[in-house]
């Protein structure tokens, strides 16, 4: 059994509630995108459950949105302890459900356990920080800062990176004193399941952390909607970001959107080349290709275009594909059928309209079954095609050639997203004036794409609406307050 939670009728309870364990009515199938096979079954919620979940966490938020700063630190401390605990069954159960590779894995569940810490720190030091001084222009006037929890707040949370995007709003809306209800994914809810258990075992009061599995129209419409939420936090695809916003405005409710990425990888005539491959193939097939953070546009200066395509190529081709549970495989596979399918779409539409294809685009030999994908690169793609325009969320890589700074800035910058960038140089002025004109919320020089939680994370554009990480990842599910007296 991969989970220790009770079982209703062969499902896991996919319900956690006012500190206990329910199973729902509607039964979500968890399958393995490497085998096809089913890992479990899950007990989900609909909205009478999210109607619990809501008060649960309403009814606990008095005492915990008190509570001190050095006492919701210490909570953080277990959570990111029990997680250290269970590293090598998480890092497994990463693998199986969502399909990436046991080294990917890896590097989620320390993110985890380094987010889960960072914020213990950050709520340690609110306590000291409450009710600061403000600096009035009348002396008749004194006044004070406080920054409060937003009350009961919702999360939900993608199938990309299982448990990281869940740690990086759970850690500091808990850090802040708010009350949570999270809807995982239905279709990677495991690793969720297995923290709800590692929550379940830190301390936390009952009703603090609430977990409601399902469907986004069973469960995520009901919790945008709820009139008890004060707060949405969303990570997801544009489309379900603009309903998710619409059902919060019902309501007038602070909404944070961390959305969808078309990001460039910009190669300029003095970068190191062996560099610049290595930095294309992680930024267009790390996860498969699937994260908002994909740079599969690929924008090389023409003294280097011929060389940096054949070294690609090559490098695309030697990528071991399979299953992720062997050691040495670099990719895994795709996380559902459904997601296989819109990939191959996409790249059977960039052919139609013209693009060429370097290398990639079908299955890899000796896997006849599993949502796998070959790295796939393409060149010249016209700048009106879905491929170059649109998130793919695949490994598709798209390379397209420029002849000067400004134009590689223009390619870069002509996106409806701004998520992020990197930029490969040998030239250190060159490079940060470059970063410095792109749109984006984070750009890497020389760099992969390394994530900090010190460091902020969202975009410009329909990328993001607010930061996650840092402190203003903690701001994020704070208000603010004013006390100004008379003296």
């Known amino acids: 059994m991969l989970n220790s939670r009770p079982t209703h009728n062969g499902a896991l309870a996919g319900l956690y509630i006012g500190g206990h364990w329910q199973s729902g009515g509607d039964s979500l199938r968890v399958i393995n995108p490497a085998t096809e096979e089913l890992l479990a079954s899950v007990a989900g919620g609909d909205a009478r459950a999210v109607e619990q979940a809501v008060r649960a966490a309403s009814d606990a938020f008095p005492a915990w949105g008190r509570s001190a700063g050095v006492e919701r630190g210490a909570c953080?401390?277990?959570?990111?302890?029990?997680?250290?605990?269970?590293?090598?069954?998480?890092?497994?159960?990463?693998?199986?459900?969502?399909?990436?590779?046991?080294?990917?894995?890896?590097?989620?569940?320390?993110?985890?356990?380094?987010?889960?810490?960072?914020?213990?720190?950050?709520?340690?030091?609110?306590?000291?920080?409450?009710?600061?001084?403000?600096?009035?222009?009348?002396?008749?006037?004194?006044?004070?800062?406080?920054?409060?929890?937003?009350?009961?707040?919702?999360?939900?949370?993608?199938?990309?990176?299982?448990m990281v995007t869940t740690a990086w709003k759970l850690a500091p809306a808990l850090a802040a004193g708010c009350t949570v209800v999270l809807k995982p994914s239905?279709?990677?809810?495991?690793?969720?399941?297995?923290?709800?258990?590692?929550?379940a075992e830190s301390g936390l009061p009952a009703g603090v952390f609430n977990l409601v599995c399902g469907s986004g129209l069973a469960v995520g419409g009901p919790l945008a909607a709820d009139p008890g939420v004060a707060k949405l936090s969303f990570t997801g695809s544009n489309a379900v970001g603009?309903?998710?916003m619409q059902r919060a405005a019902e309501t007038v409710k602070g909404v944070s959107l961390e959305l969808g990425g078309k990001s460039s990888l910009l190669v300029f005539a003095d970068a190191d080349l062996d560099l610049a491959v290595e930095l294309a193939c992680g930024g267009g097939f790390f996860n498969a290709g699937q994260?908002?953070?994909?740079?599969?546009?690929?924008?090389?200066?023409?003294?280097?275009?011929?060389?940096?395509?054949?070294?690609?190529?090559?490098?695309?081709?030697?990528?071991?594909?399979?299953?992720?549970?062997?050691?040495?495989?670099?990719?895994?596979?795709?996380?559902?059928?459904?997601?296989?399918?819109?990939?191959?779409?996409?790249?059977?539409?960039g052919l139609e309209a013209g693009a060429r294809l370097?290398?990639?685009?079908?299955?890899?030999?000796?896997?006849?079954?599993?949502?796998?994908?070959?790295?796939?690169v393409f060149t010249d793609v016209p700048l009106d095609s879905a491929l170059w325009r649109e998130e793919i969320f695949g490994p598709v890589l798209c390379v397209r050639r420029f002849s000067s700074e400004a134009q590689a800035i223009e390619l870069a910058n002509d996106s409806e997203f701004g998520l992020v960038a990197s930029v490969v140089s040998g030239?250190?002025?060159?490079?940060?004036?470059?970063?410095?004109?792109?749109?984006?919320?984070?750009?890497?020089?020389?760099?992969?794409?390394?994530?900090?939680?010190?460091?902020?994370?969202?975009?410009?554009?329909?990328?993001?609406?607010?930061?996650?990480?840092?402190?203003?990842?903690?701001?994020?599910?704070?208000?603010?307050?004013?006390?100004?007296?008379?003296?």
């Not at 009035?136 to 004194?142: G, I, K, Q, T």
Request: charge should be negative; aromatic fraction near 6%; proline fraction near 6%.
């Open 186 to 199: 239905e279709v990677t809810p495991l690793p969720e399941l297995e923290l709800a258990d590692i929550i």
């Open 291 to 349: 994260m908002c953070s994909a740079t599969s546009r690929v924008l090389v200066a023409d003294e280097l275009a011929e060389e940096f395509l054949v070294r690609l190529q090559a490098r695309a081709e030697a990528i071991r594909v399979g299953d992720p549970l062997v050691p040495g495989v670099e990719m895994g596979a795709l996380v559902n059928l459904a997601q296989y399918q819109r990939v191959y779409q996409h790249i059977a539409e």
């Open 76 to 162: 953080l401390r277990r959570i990111a302890a029990g997680v250290e605990g269970r590293r090598e069954r998480l890092i497994q159960l990463q693998s199986r459900n969502s399909g990436k590779p046991l080294s990917e894995a890896t590097i989620d569940i320390d993110d985890v356990i380094a987010t889960f810490s960072y914020y213990a720190e950050l709520a340690e030091a609110l306590d000291a920080q409450q009710d600061a001084a403000v600096e009035l222009p009348s002396r008749e006037f004194a006044a004070r800062l406080r920054r409060e929890p937003c009350g009961v707040v919702g999360l939900i949370v993608p199938w990309n990176f299982p």
């Open 358 to 376: 370097l290398t990639g685009g079908e299955r890899p030999a000796g896997l006849p079954c599993g949502y796998f994908l070959r790295p796939t």
């Open 242 to 244: 603009v309903q998710v």
């Open 427 to 487: 030239d250190a002025r060159l490079a940060e004036r470059v970063a410095n004109a792109l749109q984006a919320g984070l750009v890497w020089i020389n760099a992969p794409q390394v994530i900090f939680p010190q460091a902020a994370w969202g975009g410009y554009k329909q990328s993001s609406i607010g930061r996650e990480l840092g402190p203003w990842g903690l701001q994020a599910f704070q208000e603010i307050k004013h006390v100004i007296r008379a003296l």
